[in-house]
């Protein structure tokens, strides 16, 4: 481990989706607990800025990497220029070539979430529609979509179908962690695996005998993490 990113974290949001232009969080946690009504509802991309910089002994066949640990729900990680798409666990990024230069680089990390969040906040505010009941479908489409305006209640968000209300949880939000930067060394070489098969062996054919021996040889690559 070089390094642990708690914080201090810019968050930066997307104009127009009710939300404030930044925010400053002095550690990670989940967007749906701020105390702001605009980020706790957010739906959309924000972006995450710190500076990053490293700790320690960096050993020249090592690989650096950002682990951004718990996101929700995809990652674009952008440093020294470069951007990196982080759609699924684990959501890591290769700073190798950016660290090459400097210990200390200017991160941008975009994270983008669902769409919940924005709805549930939504359903806080008066009806700009009609429903055909509470969980039910639109009755028709409002003269104000028609016209292509923004909804006369301040909602963000419009469905011809109530899939969420002010009754369901927040789902959590944005970059969780906890983020590290972290050495990296890739370890290849054989494997050979010796066993012996019982008759509890499952997917044994005809011509087994108990206690027969096998070999399993093969090629292995592994990430080991300091």
């Keep these: 481990l070089l390094n642990e990113l708690g914080g201090p974290w810019k968050v ?35 972006t995450y800025e710190a500076q990053l910089e ?9 690989r650096i990497v950002l682990d951004l640990g718990e996101v929700k729900n995809i990652a674009e990680a952008i440093v020294d220029g470069r951007s990196q798409i982080l759609w699924k666990p684990p959501f890591e990024a290769d700073l190798t070539a950016a660290f090459a230069k400097a210990d200390s680089v200017r991160g941008r990390i975009k994270v983008t979430n669902l769409w919940p969040n924005r709805l549930i906040g939504d359903d806080f505010k008066p009806e700009d529609c009609e429903w055909k009941g509470a969980r039910g479908g639109i009755k028709e489409i409002p003269q104000w979509v028609k016209e292509g305006k923004p909804s006369p209640t301040g909602q963000k968000t419009f469905t011809t179908w109530k899939h969420w209300s002010k009754e369901d949880k927040l789902l959590p939000s944005g970059i969780l962690g906890p983020v590290r930067l972290e050495l990296a060394r890739t370890v290849s070489g054989p494997l ?30 592994a990430d080991l993490r300091t």
Excluded: C
Excluded at 19 to 45: Q, R
């Design 192 to 221: 050979t695996l010796k066993m012996h098969a019982d008759e509890n062996w499952w997917g044994l054919g005809a011509g087994w005998g108990r206690d027969m021996p096998f070999t399993f040889e093969s090629n292995f690559t």
């Design 54 to 62: 490293l700790s320690g002994e960096r050993p020249v066949d090592a």
């Design 12 to 46: 930066r949001f997307q104009p127009g989706l009710g939300a404030p232009e930044s925010i400053v969080l002095e550690e990670l946690s989940s967007l749906s607990e701020n105390a702001d009504p605009g980020v706790k509802y957010f739906s959309g991309t924000a």
